[in-house]
């Protein structure tokens, strides 16, 4: 059965730092991996998705990286600010396009 | 440029009672599927479609029913509601590109559940 994990479960930074969540799974065997945001009581925001031939996605401050072999992905959010303070989802994905997810990162950017 | 919607936002329920959560896209997505959302346990996977006429179980599956006659919508039925179904409920949808990749997941803004 795959498993997501996500460390750390909780981060605070002071506000223009760059800093990396990270994500691991135990099965190699995905499809793609999708990173999500979730703001306090709100849906789910797609971040990025890295297809499972890609080594990496960027978008604006944002870089996700995937290596399949080790069952890694980071997120690097670059000169971070107060505005980034959410819960960070990441998610591998299955055939069918089931989704197994970590239990999250909730980020503080502190001003 | 509705996205996915979910309908209602909030519910409170009895214990037995039986509902709808009413799921709809407007993107012509084949895939479907509905996820829970519970403290210290992250988003489940409870049902899921791949087309029209199609629907399979996920993880959870127990105490819920789906159906999807139609492309744009997938309800998601309690059939007598538990206070263990106490919960978010999020929708998704999502399709392949022309060369068959995956495209992101866009999820709707959830329903809070609760059983009383």
């Known amino acids: 059965k795959q498993e997501v994990t996500q460390i750390p479960a909780a981060l605070s930074v002071p506000e223009g730092e760059n800093l990396v969540l990270n994500c691991s799974f135990t099965d190699s065997a995905i499809y793609n991996l999708q990173w999500f945001r979730q703001d306090p009581g709100k849906g789910l925001t797609s971040l990025l998705l890295?297809?499972?031939?890609?080594r990496e996605q960027t978008s604006g401050r944002l870089n996700a990286s995937l290596d399949k072999s080790s069952g890694r992905s980071t997120l690097y959010i670059a000169a971070s600010q107060p505005g980034d303070s959410a819960t960070y989802l990441c998610a591998v994905i299955q055939g069918a396009q089931k989704l197994v997810f970590g239990q999250g990162t909730r980020l503080t950017i502190n001003p | 440029n509705a996205g996915v919607t979910q309908t209602p936002k909030f519910q409170v329920l009895k214990t037995g009672q039986s509902m709808t959560l009413q799921c709809a896209q407007d993107m012509n997505h084949e895939y479907m599927s509905w996820y829970r959302q519970d403290p210290g346990m992250g988003l489940r996977l409870i049902h899921y479609s791949v087309g029209a006429g199609i629907t399979d179980q996920g993880e959870v599956p127990n105490g819920y029913n789906v159906s999807r006659s139609t492309t744009e919508d997938f309800p998601l039925r309690l059939l007598s509601a538990a206070p263990s179904q106490t919960s978010v409920y999020f929708c998704a949808s999502s399709s392949t590109d022309t060369r068959g990749g995956n495209q992101p997941q866009h999820f709707g803004d959830g329903t809070r559940l609760s059983i009383l």
């Open positions: 890295i297809q499972s031939s890609q």
